[in-house]
């Protein structure tokens, strides 16, 4: 696996700028791309239904404060769906296996979203408390000199 190359000093002067209306985060001392976070929704009930990931999808987008711009899912025979919501701040992904209640979520935002907003979506959306996070700070090691 390959490390990621550091920025450069004029690079990361420039992304520290306070007046710069890029969508990059900058919080606790750190400068980074976006927040993404990998959610496993398990034990989960309606992950076969198009609609209501459709639905999950633009509760999320609107909760977490992100501009949808597309929803496009597939449901696949016998079973299962595959989705993508594009969102002006980046992209919320799925891929579902109901007939054992999984469904594979990420979740990823950049500017002033909360992105975290959206577990409490999928919770409800799909019944469960069985959901699992690990977040990303994406560009963080690229941009770990930046400062806010």
Known sequence: MNRPRQATAATLDALAQADRTDHFIRR????FAGTHLIIEVMEGSGLDCEKRIQDA???AAELCGATLLHIHTHRFSPQGV????VLG???ITVHTWPEIGYGAFDVFMCGDCDPWKAVEVFKQAF???DIAVRELLRGAELLSGAAP
């Open 28 to 31: 606790d001392n750190r400068v």
């Open 57 to 59: 999808f633009c509760r």
């Open 82 to 85: 595959s989705g993508v919501a």
């Open 89 to 91: 701040e980046s992209h």
């Open 127 to 129: 019944d469960t408390e």
